[in-house]
């Protein structure tokens, strides 16, 4: 069982950026995929970014040509690099890998961006 420990949270004013991480540990072999998601109160959580087992990354519309997802195969830590950030992106981020066994979560990491 692989497990997942988010970091790089916090507050950051409209326009800034914040650099998640996605540490894992565990059974770290074999990712189907790895990815973020993000949950806004009172709504359904969401796909941010994905990356795929050949490394190709997948974003969600709201987040193009802001947000840049990367995995560094060596550490076992994917990277959510979030620039120009909005308001609408205060969320809780969280960070899911797929693996044959399964899905893991980690337990999320608070993003809230001031206008």
């Known amino acids: 069982q692989v497990q997942l420990v988010e970091s790089g949270g916090g507050l950051v004013q409209a326009g800034g950026s914040l650099r998640l991480s996605c540490a894992a540990s565990?059974?770290?072999?074999?990712?189907?995929?790895m990815g973020w998601y993000r949950q806004a109160p009172g709504k359904q959580r969401v796909l941010v970014a994905v990356?795929?087992?050949?490394?190709?990354?997948i974003y969600a519309d709201s987040v193009k040509g802001r947000f840049t997802v990367s995995k560094d195969n060596a550490k076992n830590i994917m990277y959510l690099q979030m620039n120009s950030l909005k308001p609408e992106d205060t969320a809780v981020y969280y960070c899911?890998?797929?693996?044959?066994?399964?899905?893991?979560w980690g337990q999320g990491t608070q993003v809230t961006v001031s206008s």
């Open positions: 899911k890998v797929v693996q044959s066994g399964g899905i893991t």
């Open positions: 565990g059974s770290t072999f074999s990712f189907y995929a």
């Open positions: 990356i795929t087992r050949d490394g190709s990354p």
